[in-house]
C-alpha cells in the first residue's frame, strides 16, 4: 500500500529488517550521555533531524550536533515538596490524625518510657540550672531530684512552684525562728535587768538599817 521498501527476505535462517525509517539511536544516546556525565534517559535527539544525527557515530561528531543543538540533556525532573509541606502543616494543626489514620497501639506510637525519659531530662535540667546559679542549695537539689524521680512533678511549671513554695516556707520559718530568738533575748535583757533593780533595791535597804 504505497510503501517503497522492499519487501523481507524470508529464505534464510534470519529476517532482514523491512526498513529502517524508525532507525535506532542507541550508540548516539550512549555517547551522548558519556559526553554530558548523565543517564540516557535525560538525552533529547531531535526528532527532525533523525537523519543526520543517525550518521554520526563517533564522540566528535556528536559534540558538534550537542554544539549545534540538535542533542540536548533534557532537565532534572523536579520533585516538588509542596505538597508535603501542605499536609504536615495541616498535621500540625491537628488534621489527618484520627483513628483511621494511625498505624500501631498508642504505646507504640509513643511510648511511655520516652514520655518519663524526656520529662526526667528537663526537670534535672532545670534543677542543675538552679543550683548552679545558687537558687537552691546541695540539700534542696538532692530533695527535688528524688521527689522528681518519684513522680511528684509532672512538668516544669510544677516543679518550679513547688521550689518557690519551699523557698518561700524556709524563709518564713528562718524570719519566725530570728524573731523568736530576739523575743528570748529581751525577755532575757528584761530579767537581768529586773534582777538588778531588785538587788539595787535590797542594797539600799540593807545601808538604810
Known sequence: FGSSCPAPETK????????????????????????KKCGRGRIWLDPNEANE?????????????????LIIRKAVKMHSRSRVRKNLEAKRKGRH????????????????KVLWMRRQRVLR????????QKKIDKHLYHYFYRHAKGNAYKNKRVLVEAIHKMK????????????????K????????????????ILRQQAEGK
Not at 98 to 111: H, L
Not at 186 to 200: E, H, R
Open 168 to 183: 518561700a516556707e524556709k524563709l518564713k520559718a528562718k524570719a519566725l525562728q530570728e524573731q523568736q530568738e530576739a523575743r
Open 97 to 112: 490524625t484520627g483513628i483511621g489514620k494511625r498505624r500501631g497501639t498508642r504505646e507504640a506510637r509513643m511510648p511511655t
Open 125 to 132: 535540667r532545670l534543677l542543675r540550672k538552679y543550683r548552679q
Open 185 to 200: 533575748e529581751k525577755a532575757k535583757l528584761q530579767k537581768a535587768k529586773k534582777a538588778q533593780k531588785k538587788d539595787d
Open 53 to 69: 544525527i543517525s550518521m554520526a557515530n563517533s564522540r566528535f561528531n556528536i559534540r558538534k550536533l550537542i554544539k549545534d543543538g
Open 12 to 35: 534464510g535462517r534470519r529476517a532482514t529488517p523491512p526498513c529502517s525509517i524508525a532507525m535506532s539511536m542507541t550508540l548516539q544516546k550512549r555517547l551522548a550521555a558519556e559526553i
